[in-house]
């Protein structure tokens, strides 16, 4: 064989071969390189064989040239493979350090670790928290405390959805009575948010510019926002001002966060749902006689210890009965429901008010004494005096009387008291007056014209 | 429980302190009505120290509101506590006083 027939024959193929491999070093890797170079230079002894035969083997330089091809194809598998890139990364990278697979799994360790910590915190949490009468406020801060510490989140804000998914109410404000302005939940990057029920990362691009505008235009600051589901339903949204973390190394973290705070808060909505159902009043709202009688005996044995006089009354609402007979007993319910709304906003947070039966109510008033406790119930009665005459309406007049009992420097028990309130009531009723009080001398009862 | 007596100018300032129930919240209403019959009806209350009091002593507060009203001047509460500020909420009466944070913006409204 010619040299220019062997040029032809033996080394021609190698160019497109070894180009082939070249390119499939550098995608596939150093190692993933070197063996497609073997198996392309195993193909092209193939090509060598099937187009000269045999008689190659004969000629030294036909079996160095061959051997050569070889050699070349396998390490240019492998040359390619190791990329600038990577070459670079590993004479910057000191002696020592992790490699990059080393790296995410240590990342995911951490990730894990984050999130097995606020799972426990969360736990712990719940049990001192759970038979709270009102754990919101303290949620609201183990959120701001959960994701300031596994996701580097500060400035956090966590809202409730109100009004039927249209206002932000924040978390921490439980007051029902509160009437501070509430953000809408329809306009603005929240209100993609809520709709949607995706989260907003900013700096991720892969959400668009009129997102980024959104959350720009948003009244502070916004590095993350998401939606706090309950099943398929919207319950809470949380904003976060700023974030401390990476969001492209870090977001299957933040996920689970986002995740985890909703289970957690669906968590704490059940479990303060079940508390709820077996202290208080399912229409009222007001603690069960039971559950008055316990707290109640506390806050008295407090304002005892403090040397503060404690008043009692009772607020019945007669002729109810009459109402429920008539059939109206939706009527009736919605009646003790306002009846339990005024209550609860006139008195203060440390007062208590229980349902003492159906037509009953029993309030326990704190640092006041019989007398304060009449002047008090007064301003009571005159809204709940508008309220019954409505009632008239529905074939029965509801009347509403009040009987007051003051500790004085006797310091009764809560039973005593109750009993106390109790007779007053009946006072009343006797006298066809709105309030009595042990103050008050027999006869001198406060006339039904308040 | 005592009242402290002091005059800053022409403004009789007086602190009770204590709670005012029973027999202090007399003995207080006694020491308010002296004051506000004066002479002088320049007067200003200090409750910063009051955690809670009395209808005997809301009653003394009024009737010197009333007199103070009837010589063209207000009832000067400063630093009512909450717990003392909820009772005159409560029972629909905090219109009838006013309300300063401190004394000497109680003061300084006389001038």
Known sequence: MRTTDLIMTLLLPWFPIILGVGVGGRLLGKTRGFGLGMLCAVFWMFLVHASVGPVIWGDPWTVMATLAGLAAIVAMGGWAGQS????????????GAESLPNRQANERDDHCERISTAIDRFEEWLENHSAHGDPWPAFDEFIRMTLGDCCGATHVKPYRLVDEGGELKPLGESDPSTEAKHLSARKGIVGHVVTTGRCYLAGDTTQGELITQLAEEWQEPMAWCFAVREGPHKIGVVIAGQLNVAPEGSRSLLRAMERLISRFWCALRETH????????????????????????????????????????????????????????????????????????????????????????????????????????????????????????????????????????????????????????????????????????????LIEATL | MKVEHRQVGTVDVLTPIGALTEEDSESFCD???DRVRSGNPRVVISMQDVPYLDSIALEGLLTAADELTERATDCKLVGVPPTCREIFELTGLAERFRFFKDVQDAVKSYL
């Open chain 1, 84 to 95: 600038p890139e990577k070459e670079a990364a590993a004479e910057l990278e000191p002696v």
């Open chain 1, 273 to 444: 749902r079940r508390r709820a159902a077996a202290h208080d009043d399912p229409i009222s709202g007001a603690y069960i006689r039971e559950a008055f009688f316990r707290t109640a005996d506390q806050s008295l044995r407090e304002s005892y210890r403090q040397g503060e006089p404690v008043a009692l009354a009772v607020v019945a609402l007669e002729k109810l009965r009459e109402i429920n007979d008539s059939g109206h007993w939706e009527v009736a319910d919605e009646l003790v429901r306002e009846v339990s709304g005024i209550l609860r906003r006139k008195i203060r947070v440390d007062d208590q008010l229980g349902r003492f039966d159906g037509s009953r109510f029993m309030i326990l008033l704190r640092r006041v004494d019989s007398e304060l406790a009449s002047l008090i119930i007064a301003q009571i009665m005159s809204q709940l005096t508008e309220l019954c005459a409505n009632t008239k309406r529905w074939g029965a007049s509801v009347v509403v009387r009040c009987g007051v009992a003051g500790s004085g420097t006797a310091s009764p028990d809560l039973r005593t008291l109750v009993s106390k309130a109790l007779t007053q009531c009946r006072r009343a009723r006797m006298g066809d007056a709105q309030v009595a009080s042990d103050l008050q001398a027999s006869g001198e």
């Open chain 2, 31 to 33: 020491a308010l009505l």
